[in-house]
């Protein structure tokens, strides 16, 4: 999976060229994801549109977070909102403002978090709905992201490479990849943390907010197994997608391993 070359916004990936099982490819320029888009320049934009064909932004944010750092416009780009949580369910996340008397009892747990996301009817239900609009025919690029592009946005590129039947490692691999796009993140806000608190525990708990931990990914698909019986029982009956919708994505994101991945 190749990160897009792009200063506006962090962990930017496009999932071309990342293999399956059988050794077919991911075309790329058709499937993106990425932290939120608030600070994209008017030069990324037009890249992302023209270079790499994106037509389609699903923000999987809640409407307070929109409305916090609302996503820059791109021109002849649609953008869907599709939050995973709603705002009740969501509590307080690592974009919110730090309250040094509450930081310790606030912080979510994220094994639960994942765990929620692929359980709770509610979340599922708007899974259905992402992975509805993901699985359309289209022409040009769809990109997902949430705040930091590291959790909702995980456990869909997650649950989309397991319906391409990519394997299991390169799928931690590629959700372990934000750690790289983060590590800046992370860092500063484990010193402000740290500054405004003096309290070490609470600054490395921040710093794990911004930090991917496979333990959570596994934690999620050992849910689906335990609730479900198996992720492909998940995709077919929670999200409702019919072996030819399936076999409709294979055959237009898949090559046969021998075409050049190379962008628009």
Not at 102 to 119: A, F, G, H, I, N
Not at 145 to 164: F, M, N, P, Q, Y
Request: hydrophobic share 40%.
């Amino acid at each position: 999976m190749k990160e897009l070359p792009m200063r506006s916004v962090v962990n930017l990936r496009d999932f071309g060229g990342t293999r399956t099982k059988d050794g077919k490819i991911i075309r790329s320029g058709l499937f993106l994801r990425s932290a939120a888009l608030n600070r994209l320049s008017k030069k990324d934009a037009s890249a992302l549109r023209d270079a790499y064909g994106l037509r389609t932004v699903i923000d999987l944010r809640t409407q307070t977070e929109r409305e916090q750092k609302p996503d820059a416009a791109i021109p002849g780009v649609e953008t869907r909102s599709i939050p995973i949580f709603s705002e009740a369910e969501m509590g307080v996340t690592h974009e919110k403002e730090i309250d040094r008397r509450q930081l310790l009892s606030m912080l979510p747990d994220l094994k639960e978090l994942y765990v929620r996301m692929v359980t709770d009817p509610a979340c599922v239900d708007q899974l259905r709905m992402i992975f509805r609009l993901i699985t359309e025919p289209r022409n040009g690029a769809i990109l997902w992201h949430c705040t930091a592009g590291k959790d909702r946005c995980g456990i869909v590129s997650a649950l989309l490479l397991r319906l391409l039947d990519v394997p299991q490692d390169t799928i931690e691999d590629d959700y372990l990849a934000t750690n790289d796009a983060l590590k800046r993140t992370a860092d500063r806000y484990y010193a402000l943390v740290l500054l405004m608190t003096r309290d070490r525990k609470a600054a490395r708990r921040v710093r794990e907010l911004y930090r991917a931990d496979e333990c959570c990914l596994r934690a999620a698909f050992e849910a689906i197994d335990a609730r479900y019986g198996c992720t492909e029982t998940f995709l077919r009956e929670q999200l409702e997608l019919t072996d030819a919708r399936i076999r409709a994505l294979r055959e237009r994101a898949l090559n046969n391993g021998n075409e050049s991945p190379s962008i628009r």
